[in-house]
């Protein structure tokens, strides 16, 4: 292929007419520079012969020449690939290049170098240099101005068709996006009654298999009890049988005695007889009498022969069914033997991986005790707590670590709210309002029933105040009623009353204000837990009102679990116990009125406090579900909550919904759209802090 020369220096243009805006155009239009990159190319016909009546030059740059243009591709700095333009050797036969198209070109490239291919739209952007340059071909090219200009229209027209067709068919892409969504869910929604149908069935299947193996265990049963009853009746039929035989032969013997009392009556005529009979005739009669004794003993004992091995056909009936009996019962215990033995293998085999467990969790066992850190001597603290060992002996028996820490937290705790005064804070921005104070501060020293009654009467008048004006929160509003209550001394009531619930940690009152005072947890939590015991007041209250507050426990269940469905079994047995150990309640009567007072909510072993601890239980529960769900995102976008959400709790409203994705990403649902991804870690942190539930 040709390479290309100044055009200014070739002698192969001749100039047609001498202006000074000369233009040169090509003789051949076969070449891939400029329409390799257009959609639709011009197609001339061949044949037809190529005018040119514009004024310029007429260029005899040949066709081929046309082929090295601005768009080929190759790294910039680089030489020239020599299979495509040609060695040295041919560089005499070099053509030149019209100077309107180096100009186009140079300019076509500046262009395209200056565009931003980062943008989203980066196709019309490559477009508009082009455009620019048909139109200056346009321009220039005055004689084929209209058919260009036409070209130009149409497909700029098509163009405009197309994008407008795009346009429109936006919506039904985002109509498809929602239909997919909503399939999906309605997807995970099959699937999750589908998984309900199969735990279902395969219950199902274990109660059908139980009750097989019942049926079986009574078949075998009755065929034992049959087998015996048969032996017993073949053992019965064999004495009345003997019996019969017995009687028979005693009949013959009867008759045979007869017949010789009968033959002796008439043997003295015989012997008369005979002795009158004549010896030669006696004579021959013993002889043949001989013969045919001797022919009886020989068939006598022949048959001995034959048949002394020989048994009775009812002997050998009788013992070929017991025959029988005893083949069915070996093969069925031949059955049961197989299957023990596959049991024993399997149990084997569970025994040896079970023997291997036992074996690893002995060595990190092991490892544990060599590495882990050794149990505290907590016989040190009687030394700092007061009252001595014996004190601390008696309040230490039997507890775990768990609990003597909270055990020592709270004595410590109570020789740090008998000191006199209280440091203030300061009055820096970081202090809550209602402790900005400088110096020391007098310590009321509150005990817990007074702190209780204060901190009931702030909460009523709390909850009064925000469904009568606009909701505040619990730190301005304690301010304001200590201000409006104390006057003066309301800096002493917010630190002995802040400090009192901040150290009482065992107590889940006066602690779950502390949290809520210095906004760690949510509000609504304390709602939701006044809300379980409101519920639950309302329903007895409804059914058993004219009792006095007493009902049975079969009553006190069942309004347990109309109030509460969710609950296990073992729950509800667990409220009814804490119900049952109550003071006002009996045997059968359960007083419901004095479970759910409000003194009833600062006992450690309350009614109440089951139901506070069953509450937090369920919801660090529903939280370890919807955090297993979403172990693999690490950031996690509205979308992925809310599927999450939907799959672990079908059940759960729109309303719901909305109000814990609110809470975890704290924005309203308005701008659920534009928000953007969370960390995990953060959301579930405000999602702890919130009054979250099953539905």
């Known amino acids: 292929m040709a390479a290309y020369k100044d055009p200014a220096s070739s002698p192969s243009t001749a100039p047609l007419h001498n202006e000074s805006s000369s233009v040169l155009l090509p003789m051949i239009l076969h070449s891939q520079s400029l329409d390799s990159d257009l959609k639709y190319p011009l197609n001339l016909k061949r044949g037809l012969p190529l005018r040119e009546s514009f004024r310029g030059y007429l260029s005899t740059w040949p066709a081929y020449g046309a082929s090295e243009t601005i768009l080929n591709r190759r790294k910039p700095c680089t030489a020239s690939d020599p299979r495509c333009y040609g060695s040295n050797e041919h560089s005499a036969g070099m053509v030149y290049k019209p100077q309107y198209l180096v100009q186009l070109e140079s300019y076509l490239r500046k262009e395209l170098q200056s565009l931003d291919l980062a943008q989203e739209n980066t196709q019309e952007l490559r477009l508009q240099p082009y455009r620019e340059v048909f139109e200056f071909f346009i321009e220039d090219f005055k004689t084929y101005k209209p058919l260009l200009s036409a070209v130009k229209n149409e497909y700029e027209i098509t163009l405009a068709q197309q994008r407008e067709k795009i346009r429109s068919m936006e919506p039904l892409h985002s109509m498809l996006i929602s239909m997919s969504e909503k399939c999906n869910q309605k997807i995970l929604s099959m699937r999750d009654e589908e998984r309900k149908e199969i735990k279902a069935m395969k219950k199902e299947k274990l109660v059908l298999l139980k009750y097989i193996d019942k049926m079986k265990e009574e078949k075998i049963s009755l065929e034992t009890q049959v087998s015996k009853l048969q032996s017993e009746l073949a053992e019965q039929y064999m004495m009345y049988r003997n019996e019969c035989d017995a009687r028979r032969l005693l009949i013959s013997d009867f008759n045979e005695v007869k017949q010789q009392m009968e033959e002796e009556e008439t043997k003295p005529a015989i012997v008369k007889k005979i002795a009158s009979e004549d010896p030669v005739t006696l004579r021959l009669a013993l002889k043949m009498a001989q013969k045919n004794l001797t022919e009886t003993q020989i068939e006598l004992n022949r048959i001995k022969a034959d048949y002394g091995d020989v048994v009775p056909r009812r002997d050998f009936e009788m013992q070929k069914k017991k025959m029988a009996e005893l083949v069915c019962k070996v093969d069925t215990l031949q059955k049961d033997f ?290 297993n769900k979403l172990e693999t995102v690490k950031d996690v976008q509205v979308e992925d909550l809310k599927t999450a959400f939907s799959t672990i709790d079908p059940a759960i409203d729109a309303a719901t919904l909305e109000n814990y994705i609110s809470h975890a990403f704290q924005i309203p649902k308005e701008q659920f759209e534009q928000a953007g991804p969370l960390d995990r870690d953060i959301l579930f942190q405000r999602l702890e802090a919130a009054a979250i539930k099953r539905i």
Not at 349 to 359: A, F, G, H, R
Not at 515 to 520: D, G, M, N
């Open 338 to 627: 197989n299957q023990l033995k596959m049991e024993y293998d399997t149990l084997l085999e569970l025994n040896q991986q079970v023997q291997q467990q036992e074996d690893k969790h002995g060595f990190e066992l092991d490892v544990l005790h060599r590495e882990s850190t050794p149990r505290p001597s907590w016989i040190k603290c009687a030394d700092v707590v007061p009252g001595g060992l014996d004190y601390w002996i008696t309040v230490s028996e039997g507890k775990n670590s768990d609990q003597l820490v909270d055990v020592l937290l709270a004595e410590l705790a109570g020789s740090i709210l008998k000191e006199e005064f209280f440091d203030g804070m300061g009055v820096g921005e970081n202090v809550p309002v209602y402790m900005k104070h400088e110096g020391k501060v007098k310590n009321l020293k509150l005990n817990k029933k007074d702190l209780t009654n204060v901190l009931q009467e702030i909460w009523k008048e709390k909850i009064a105040a925000d469904q009568q004006e606009k909701k505040s929160s619990l730190p301005d509003f304690f301010h304001n009623y200590l201000q409006k209550k104390y006057d003066d001394s309301a800096i002493e009531w917010a630190y002995s009353i802040h400090e009192t619930c901040r150290l009482c940690r065992t107590d889940n009152f006066l602690h779950l204000f502390y949290k809520i005072l210095t906004e760690q947890v949510d509000e609504s939590i304390y709602l939701a837990l006044r809300s379980l015991t409101d519920n639950l007041l309302r329903e007895l209250t409804s059914k058993h009102s004219t009792n006095n507050g007493n009902v049975t426990n079969e009553q006190f269940s069942l309004a347990l679990k109309v109030t509460f469905p969710l609950k296990t079994g073992q729950q509800i047995q667990e409220l009814i116990y804490a119900a049952e150990a109550h003071p006002s309640s009996n045997e059968d009567k359960i007083n419901y009125k004095a479970l759910l007072t409000e003194e009833e909510v600062v006992k450690s072993d309350s009614f109440i406090a089951v139901i506070w601890k069953q509450y937090f239980q369920e919801k660090q529960e529903y939280l370890k579900e919807l955090k």
